[in-house]
């Protein structure tokens, strides 16, 4: 058996499309306008913008899709990973602010809570399907266990004989994103502590569910309008920790769900996400509309996950593999943990090789977002922002989308 080939398929067979909800956004209007700025300043003396900011009141979806390997025990013989994507798993995502802490230099902080919520209207399939998957687990204990003695690595592997549990997993998906008894995960916290994350149940998202994105300390707009929603500090740092250059640890942009108003095609949106570890850029694509809204398209330039040889600026984020993954092991407690976009998109197209059954098409797999830059036609008058919010209210919510879709892929 090729043992590299091996490893290589599990590591691209080992892809979760899991859609994080950075999404919806919502940009006030652009007349340019004293009275319209002030209400968009976040300040509890601003009823609506306030209670939205508070509560986003659009429905936010997560959708979950599993890559089901088909030929588990072939792929263990030697053969490539032939895999079908199941799904999608719908989540409502309910968002809510707390410990909202005003500072008098016209920055707020808080704790942004979400909960998740299974939508089975939306879904293909229920919470009870069974998937098959790569054993996040042992994999990721046999890259730990390469550099350890070999009375530890035999311990180990006789452990997981003992546990029964192999190379692949076929588990339902309610047990695989939020969590499952595992008598592996017992004996590792017991004999191992530290070396899992978490030490309740083992699921690819337990650790989110009622819990928070950080502290964030933003900017309220009151000083200055375009610094509206900058993210100034997250848990304190003002910058990150996980890499290797300064320009790859800057907090750029803000949180992620809403962005300064007056922009232009010339705008790009930055923003931090705690999920990605890192600072994300979108640039305009072209004009839209959805129900009659005017409407821009952000999306991901194709060096966003690009290695340093292919896009230099992002050698900090190295070591690298192929462009269109990044490695996010650092803030992932070390494990093997890589990002990409769904079916590989935007990346080199050799990891397609890997495996079967991936095909990568903007119009499915591309990260975008969709902002509303000027306002409703308005003849000159300012924009009614209670109207604007309603239409773009039922719109979302009769919409079962993802604006914006990031890929977690595991070894
Ligand atoms: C948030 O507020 C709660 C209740 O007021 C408090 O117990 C908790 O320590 C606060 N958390 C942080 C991180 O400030
Ligand atoms: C504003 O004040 C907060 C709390 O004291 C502090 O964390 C933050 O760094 C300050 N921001 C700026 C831009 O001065
Ligand atoms: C998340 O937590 C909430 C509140 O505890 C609970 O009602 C909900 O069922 C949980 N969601 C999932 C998917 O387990
Ligand atoms: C999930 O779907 C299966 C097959 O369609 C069905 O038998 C089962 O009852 C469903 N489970 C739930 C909880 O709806
Ligand atoms: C943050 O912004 C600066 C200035 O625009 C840019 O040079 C840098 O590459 C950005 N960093 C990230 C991680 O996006
Ligand atoms: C960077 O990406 C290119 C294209 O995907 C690839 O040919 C090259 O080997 C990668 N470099 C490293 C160091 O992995
Ligand atoms: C991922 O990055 C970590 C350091 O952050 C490094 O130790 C590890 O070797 C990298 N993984 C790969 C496969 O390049
Ligand atoms: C804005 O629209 C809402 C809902 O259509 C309406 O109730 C409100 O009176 C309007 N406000 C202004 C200033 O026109």
Same mark, same amino acid.
């Given at each position: 058996? $090729?043992?590299?080939?091996?490893? #290589?398929?599990?590591?691209? *067979?080992?892809? &979760? ?7 919806? @956004? ?9 009275? !319209? ?30 890559? $089901? #390997? /088909? ?23 309910? &968002? ?11 920055? @707020? ?27 996040? &687990? ?11 003695? !070999? ?6 592997? *006789? ?12 588990? %339902?998906?309610?047990? &695989? ?11 590792? $916290? ?50 990150? !920790? ?14 992620? +769900? ?14 931090? =996400? ?10 305009? +694509? ?46 992932? *407690? ?5 990002? =990409? +976009? ?12 890997? @495996?079967?059954?991936?095909?990568? !098409?903007?119009?499915?797999?591309? /990260? ?35 604006? %914006?879709? @990031? ?5």
């Amino acid at each position: 058996m $090729n043992k590299s080939k091996l490893a #290589i398929g599990l590591f691209v *067979a080992g892809t &979760l499309t899991a859609v994080f909800g950075l999404v919806i @956004v919502f940009v006030g209007p652009i007349i340019i306008d004293d009275q !319209i700025v002030k209400n968009l300043v976040i300040d509890p003396k601003n009823e609506i913008s306030y209670t939205m900011w508070k509560d986003i009141p659009v429905p936010f979806f997560m959708s979950v899709y599993f890559f $089901n #390997i /088909l030929n588990p025990t072939e792929v263990l013989a030697g053969e490539k990973p032939m895999v079908e994507q199941r799904g999608p798993y719908v989540y409502r995502k309910r &968002l809510q602010k707390q410990n909202i802490t005003f500072h008098p230099n016209d920055t @707020v902080s808080y704790l942004e809570y979400r909960s998740y919520y299974f939508e089975p209207s939306m879904s293909v399939g229920n919470e009870s399907d069974v998937v098959t998957i790569p054993n996040m &687990l042992v994999l990721g204990a046999a890259v730990m266990m390469e550099n350890m003695p !070999i009375a530890v690595r035999l311990l180990l592997s *006789a452990t997981f004989k003992g546990f029964k549990e192999g190379p692949f997993l076929s588990k %339902s998906v309610g047990e &695989l994103m939020w969590g499952y008894d595992s008598k592996l995960v017992d004996f590792l $916290n017991k004999w191992f502590p530290g070396m899992l994350p978490s030490t309740g149940k083992f699921g690819l998202f337990s650790a989110f569910n009622n819990s928070n994105t950080g502290l964030f300390t933003v900017h309220t707009g009151k000083d200055d309008i375009r610094l509206i929603h900058k993210v100034n500090s997250w848990n304190g740092l003002t910058k990150l !920790i996980y890499w290797r250059t300064p320009q790859c640890n800057m907090i750029n942009g803000t949180a992620g +769900q809403m962005w300064p108003p007056f922009m232009t095609k010339e705008s790009t949106l930055p923003f931090y =996400s705690p999920d990605v570890c890192r600072s994300l850029e979108l640039v305009y +694509q072209r004009e839209g509309t959805m129900k009659g809204i005017p409407l821009y398209r952000f999306v991901a330039p194709k060096t966003m996950f690009a290695n340093g040889s292919d896009y230099a600026p992002n050698e900090g984020f190295c070591p690298c593999r192929q462009s269109g993954l990044l490695n996010v092991s650092s803030c992932r *407690a070390n494990a093997q943990v890589f990002i =990409s +976009q769904p079916h590989f998109y935007n990346a080199d197209p050799v990891l397609l090789d890997y @495996v079967q059954g991936l095909q990568p !098409i903007e119009d499915e797999h591309g /990260l975008f977002i969709d902002i509303h830059p000027n306002g409703p036609p308005h003849n000159g008058h300012p924009a009614n922002l209670t109207q604007l919010w309603e239409a773009l209210e039922s719109t979302w919510a009769s919409i079962p989308v993802e604006c %914006s879709r @990031v890929h977690a892929l595991m070894n």
